[in-house]
């Protein structure tokens, strides 16, 4: 997946994927999981901003599968976080980016089907992380 977004980054963005030590596999939907990967690139590629380094990182703990999207570009501001995964919400400082408000809610519902968390943390100006936990099935 790493490949095929990167020839939509912008010519300044930098994407990188952070392989486990040790692979390991693991049971998910690929369907679902591709679909949630695919929209947390596109939405770094295309709020991050023209010079951001976006890293995709997966892990696989003793209980957990963890996959992070992480950028160093605008962030999310404060009173934004709240609503984030609303449906049709949009950030303030994206207005004059096309979208639609649905990506991140789809993301969350899909990590829900897969018995997930979906969380985030962001620091306007600074990073963003939207992480998916996965617990591990035998």
Known sequence: ????????????????????????????????????????????IKYAGDDAHICLTTEVTAGNVIISVKDDGIGIAEEDQKKLSTIFYRVSNTGHIAGTGLGLNLVKRYVELMNGTFRFSSVPHEETCFTMTFPVKE
């Open 1 to 44: 997946m790493m490949s095929a977004f990167g020839s939509t980054a912008k010519s300044g963005q930098q994407l990188s994927y952070v392989v486990p030590a040790e692979p390991q596999s693991v049971k998910l939907d690929r369907t679902l999981l591709e679909k949630s990967l695919s929209g947390l690139l596109s939405n770094a």
